[in-house]
């Protein structure tokens, strides 16, 4: 509510739309290739098509999340929220990423063969969604 605003992101870069005007968010005076946004508390969470994460305040300032530190070096391919948790899929990884903390727990590890499709919550089970099934931890 107190945002009002929308964002969206396209191959020419991120921008916000209110009732008064649209307006591109820049990270350092350059264009924003974002591959997928979530809104968390307070701030959107922008993950890059290069595999950086941001944090962007309502004002459109911009904070870079050091997560890579966190998922051991693996690059960030996705992000999802559910449950106000952040998760990281990786190439052969699920991550629960704790933002307080800047921590990351491992949740499943899948070989090259998979690939990720989606995430959700079923009752005390995580479903992952992947291009031969569904995956169901417990």
Known sequence: EKWKSI?????KGLFR???QKQTEIKLHGEPINIS???????YLLALTA????????QHNSIQKVDIQSALKGQLPLGIKMLNKELYVFTKNSLF???????????????NEDFEWNDLTV????????TNKG???TS
């Not at 964002?7 to 191959?11: E, H, L, V």
């Not at 079923?122 to 969604?129: A, D, F, R, T, W």
């Open 96 to 110: 629960r990423y704790d933002l307080k903390k800047s921590f990351a727990e491992k949740i499943i590890s899948i």
């Open 36 to 42: 997928k946004l979530v809104f968390y508390h307070d």
């Open 7 to 11: 964002y969206f992101s396209s191959n």
């Open 50 to 57: 290069d595999a950086q994460l941001y944090k962007i305040s």
């Open 122 to 129: 079923l009752g005390n089970k995580l479903v992952i969604s």
């Open 17 to 19: 739309v209110t009732k």
């Open 134 to 136: 569904y995956i169901i």
